[in-house]
């Protein structure tokens, strides 16, 4: 008989002890692969927080900075306005490779506005290197065109009514995991007719050139520290202060860290009750079928054919389970991304699918070590039994 019939013949005799070996694996899977996404989703949502490829410090009202964490961490719409112009004062220190400025606008609930509490960014294409980063083109921005974040269910050629102007979507930004998603981006030529309108008089003053962040990059081999302090001493008597990003974002770190752990530790108690139960149930499972190999031994089946059918009958049900697992984690991370990101208040980015495939692999391995050290049992059972004792009767 062919090894893949008669294997599909033993499941399905035995289908309560193949339903629990498929749902061992189900859950092993489940446990790895979801909590891995999990947490590699978090570390990927807040890894341009950290290190160069973002911006090195920012420049905010102190004041502000909780409203800077909402927005920039948990996307909730806020206006900030600097009263004094600080950019000229740290441009030329020592060690600055770029500033950009950003202006955050929050809309209101009038008839000007197409619904309340979208956030506005107001950026400067001649100098930003943060929205191009997400833009996946070059945009240049004409008159009232604007970009959306990924999390505003826009599509390129859309138009949307902000303080009484239509502006055209130009183009989606790629996800970044952060506030962002959420916000609309429009040039800062638009945002200062905007605020220099007697009709929102009382929100800006008609005012030109108002900032709410100033972004800076350090040159390569700049000392953060001292050039942080430099600029502090440049901002002072102003309401602005300088923060590393590190140092903005350190107490996001530790609930980052913290909420990976804590998930971590839940999914490998789920594990480890599963990979019991799985060697308790092949334990059980060759104790049970132990005749059936002798009896085959003993009719001239040989031994290699033997552990064929074992294995395949393990490796059939492990790849049904890790299956199931994977799909089943797919189907509730992938649909609900945007609520589980709105629901944790913290950078949330799904992972690259070349990084999914890796987590893939490497939960699948995992599997495969845990299914091997397992049915070793059997086989060792198997090799070293002589057929008659196989078929004698357990006490």
Not at 22 to 46: D, Q, R, Y
Not at 80 to 96: H, P
Not at 333 to 351: F, G, N, R, S, T
């Amino acid at each position: 008989m062919k090894t893949g019939k008669y294997v599909l013949q033993v499941i399905s005799r035995s289908a309560f002890r193949s339903t629990v070996i498929f749902i061992l694996f189900f859950v092993i899977t489940a446990c790895l692969f979801g909590t891995g996404l999990f947490t590699e989703n978090l570390k990927n949502g807040s890894q341009k927080l950290y290190g160069r490829s973002y911006a090195d410090m920012m420049i905010v009202p102190e004041a502000y900075l909780d409203n800077t964490r909402d927005l920039l961490f948990k996307g909730k719409a806020c206006s900030i306005m600097f009263k004094d112009d600080v950019m000229s004062r740290i441009t030329d220190i020592e060690g600055t490779e770029t500033v950009t400025p950003q202006l955050y606008m929050e809309t209101l609930a009038l008839s000007c506005c197409a619904e309340e509490g979208i956030q506005i960014v107001a950026f400067d294409p001649k100098t930003d290197f943060a929205v191009s980063q997400w833009s996946g083109s070059s945009h240049e921005l004409n008159g009232y065109e604007a970009l959306a974040g990924s999390g505003g269910n826009f599509s390129k050629g859309d138009t949307i009514t902000l303080f009484g102007r239509d502006f055209t979507i130009a183009g989606i930004l790629e996800e970044t995991g952060m506030g962002y998603d959420n916000s609309i981006f429009i040039p800062y030529s638009a945002a200062n007719e905007i605020t220099a309108s007697e009709q929102y008089k009382f929100m800006f003053g008609e005012k030109t050139g108002i900032v709410s962040m100033l972004l800076v990059k350090l040159e390569k081999d700049a000392d953060i520290s001292m050039v942080t302090k430099r600029m502090n001493e440049a901002l002072e008597g102003t309401e602005a202060k300088v923060y590393p990003v590190d140092e903005l974002s350190a107490d996001l770190k530790s609930h980052i860290d913290l909420m990976s752990n804590l998930v971590g530790i839940v999914s490998a108690c789920a594990v480890i009750i599963a990979v019991v139960s799985l060697f308790a149930m092949v334990t059980l499972t060759f104790r049970q079928r132990r005749r059936i190999a002798g009896s085959m031994l003993a009719a001239g089946c040989p031994r290699s054919r033997v552990l064929k059918y074992f294995a395949f009958e393990y490796l059939l049900l492990f790849a049904a389970g890790a299956a199931a697992g994977m799909v089943l984690i797919c189907i509730i991370l992938l649909p609900l991304h945007e609520q589980v990101k709105a629901a944790l208040d913290m950078p949330y980015k799904l992972i690259s699918p070349a990084g999914a495939f890796s987590l893939a692999a490497r939960t699948l391995g995992i599997d495969l070590v845990m299914l091997a050290a397992a049915v070793s049992v059997t086989f060792a059972g198997i090799l070293r039994t002589e057929p008659a004792l196989l078929m004698e009767e357990q006490t």
